[in-house]
């Protein structure tokens, strides 16, 4: 029974102000880089401090979880920014010709990690299911097609990442329970995307109703699926008992979208329900999502609580 986390963290104060600098013109890039590896050593410690099992870099790097990716991939254009809800906005992607593979999208940021760090490492990445669906199309007559060439491009990086010694590669699904009728689409891209690949592959999905891809979602080319449970009252843990559910539990238990720090007895009780589904070796405790949105000393304290959690029960199973 490991405890990590799914992706994001909050930024340092300090980085977002030397990011507003970098985008004025006030210093330049090898300041910036030093700031982007020193704010990811603040991450590691905090995630160590907390005792998390299996870390990432907290995607320092990252503003956002696809136009991220967008940017260093041949064929995708992004014209300008799209209201997403209130008064947020994200730079929305188009593909604009063929997808093709440019330069290193997260092997870089792997390799910076493990020479900073002694735990375990996972490497999440937007799967092209996502990707696609939340960027706009001009050159694929078909979705599928922009979802296959796509795929086939992170199965390039996801070979590189396996060479230089990457073991667990996360997939960011957020989209696929929000278009039930393209599970077979998704299915596929996701075969593609871990051809050839000898690494443990996780999938996170949240968002959409999870009913609606059971069972299918079962045959998914993956060992792990992680779902949001915790900002849904846990109700779906009963959609896992009504079905034969054999891959490994992705346990998001932590609400990543309530600034209320959890108490240690309310995660036991919740790891102890998911401990009535899969055996302990099957189980990951992480968070709902990622964390980037709270305040930073609460992500912190949610992420220590859920470790201890964790750890009694672990104590109290004789684990």
């Known amino acids: 029974m490991k405890t990590t986390v799914v992706g994001s963290y909050p930024k340092p104060k300090w980085l977002l102000e030397i990011l507003n600098m970098y985008g004025e013109g006030k210093i330049d890039k090898s300041l910036m880089e030093e700031a982007y ?59 604009v010709s063929e997808l093709e593979y440019r330069e290193k999208l997260v092997i870089d940021d792997f390799l910076y990690l493990k020479s900073i760090t002694d735990r375990n490492i996972k490497v999440p990445i937007t799967g092209a299911y996502t990707i696609v669906d939340w960027s706009f199309n001009e050159y694929y007559l078909k979705r599928e097609e922009a979802i296959y060439a796509l795929a086939e491009v992170l199965n390039r990086e996801f070979r590189g990442l396996v060479r230089v010694g990457a073991n667990y590669i996360q997939l960011d699904e957020p989209a696929i329970p929000t278009h039930p009728e393209e599970l077979e689409i998704a299915k596929n891209a996701v075969e593609i995307m871990v051809k050839g690949i000898r690494a443990y592959i996780g999938m996170h999905i949240c968002y959409g109703d999870y009913r609606a891809i059971f069972p299918d979602i079962l045959d998914f080319k993956v060992d792990q699926i992680d779902f949001e449970f ?11 008992e009504d079905y034969d559910y054999d891959k490994d539990l992705g346990f998001g238990c932590i609400d990543v979208h309530s600034k209320t720090v959890e108490s240690v007895e309310e995660v036991k009780r919740a790891i102890k329900m998911a401990l009535d589904i899969v055996e302990p070796d099957q189980l990951y ?28 029960v672990k104590k109290e199973f004789d684990l």
Not at 81 to 86: D, N, P, S, Y
Not at 230 to 240: G, P, T, Y
Not at 291 to 299: D, H, M, V
């Open 285 to 312: 405790v992480d968070p709902d999502c990622g964390l980037k949105l709270l305040p930073r000393n609460i992500a912190f304290e949610k992420l220590r609580v859920m470790v201890k959690a964790t750890n009694e």
């Open 37 to 95: 590896m020193d704010s990811v050593k603040s991450v590691v410690k905090d995630h160590e401090i907390a005792g998390v099992d299996i870390i990432w870099d907290g995607e320092m790097r990252r503003e956002e979880m696809v136009s991220y990716f967008a940017e260093r991939i041949d064929g995708f254009k992004i014209y300008g920014e799209v209201r997403v809800w209130g008064n947020a906005y994200y730079p929305k992607p188009s593909i």
């Open 230 to 240: 915790a900002n849904r009252k846990f109700e779906d843990l009963k959609i896992l």
